[in-house]
Each structure stands twice: as C-alpha cells, then as structure tokens.
C-alpha cells in the first residue's frame, strides 16, 4: 500500500499485444507479405512461424530470405538440419525449424540466442520450444481456409513490445 500523499496515476498492469489478421489469396500474396517483413528486420527480432504442416511457414520464410538476398537463392527446409544461417547483405538471418525437437532444453544448443545478437531468427514450430525462446516476438500463425481454393491461407499476426511499432507497415501496401 502507497503511503505517499500526492496523487497517484495509472499504472499499467498488461497491455494486448498489437494484432493483425490477414487474408493470403494465393502464393504470391504470401511471397508479397514475407517481401514487406523483409524491409523491416533488424537484428535481434524473433519471428514465431505457427500453423499446421503444409500452411506455409516454409514458403514465407523462403520469401523472406529471397528478398534479403535480392534473387534466387538456394532455401532448404531445415526440417533436418534444423539450423540454416545466412549472411545477406543487410542482415544475418537464421531459419530454424523445431519440429524435430525431441526436448525443450535442446533449443539452447542451436545457438539462438547467439544468432538474436548478430541478426535476426525466424522459427517454424516455436512451440516445441516451450518457454525456451524470448516471449518478445512477432508470431505469424498461418491457416488453411476451408471451402476455399487450395492456396488461400490465413494469417494471425501478433506483434510483442519490440515489434509493436512496425505492425501497421506490415498491414500497409508499400509504395
Ligand atoms: N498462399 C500460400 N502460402 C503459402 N504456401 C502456399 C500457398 N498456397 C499454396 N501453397 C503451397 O503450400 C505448401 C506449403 O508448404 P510449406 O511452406 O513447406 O509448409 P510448412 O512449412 O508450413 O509445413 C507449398 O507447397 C506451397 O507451394
Ligand atoms: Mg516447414
């Protein structure tokens, strides 16, 4: 209990992390949203990728080390390496895929949190991670729309602290 006199303001106690919902008509839509993130990464961001296998994680992470790169190159899936690194000319990028993950406290051997200080990680199936990666992320969390054609997804995007900001260039169509 406060003993001062003075008067008191509003403390913040939680605030919703920043949201976004978007609809992906075909691939190209998903290549043209992973362009957009592109622009935007810096080191240190954590980019979450959820969403049933065959959603598109792969895809969009695809798309997004393409345009760091500025052409075609080689993009595996990381399924069983589990790590890819890539030193792009504006960012150091590292695709990991934790689908294999047999345990939680196997993170802290990819080196992740080595790879958030030099640049930045995007992640498919951050959830076998448990509570092992920074809760400060931008989650995209893609979904099949059923009744519709095969190559139009949903994605739920969730934007933490450090990403709060840049959410509305994210939803915006760049010039
Ligand atoms: N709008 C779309 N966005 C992403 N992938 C799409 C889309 N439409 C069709 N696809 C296809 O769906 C599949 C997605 O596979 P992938 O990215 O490997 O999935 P995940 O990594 O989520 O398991 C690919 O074959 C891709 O060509
Ligand atoms: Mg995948």
Redesign the pocket.
């Given at each position: 209990m406060s003993t001062s006199t003075g008067p008191t303001s509003p403390t913040t106690i939680a605030t919703e992390p920043a949201r976004l919902r978007l609809r992906?008509p075909?691939?190209a839509?998903?290549r043209a949203l992973a362009a957009r993130l592109a622009r935007l990464l810096r080191p240190g961001d954590l980019v979450a990728l959820e969403?049933?296998?065959?959603?598109?994680?792969?895809?969009?992470a695809r798309a997004v080390i393409r345009a760091l790169a500025g052409g075609g190159v080689e993009v595996p899936?990381p399924t069983f390496t589990l790590v890819q690194r890539y030193e792009l000319p504006a960012l150091t990028l590292v695709h990991t895929d934790l689908y294999r993950l047999r345990d939680p406290a196997e993170v802290e051997e990819l080196g992740l949190d080595e790879a958030l200080e030099e640049g930045a990680v995007l992640v498919?199936w951050p959830e076998r991670a448990g509570d092992a990666l920074p809760a400060d992320r931008l989650t995209i969390r893609?979904s099949f729309v059923p009744g519709e054609g095969?190559?139009?997804?949903e994605v739920e995007i969730e934007a933490g602290p450090s990403f709060a900001d840049r959410l509305p260039a994210l939803a915006a169509k760049q010039a």
């Open positions: 992906l075909d691939l839509a998903t969403g049933d296998l065959g959603a598109g994680k792969t895809e969009f899936s498919e893609f095969s190559e139009v997804r």
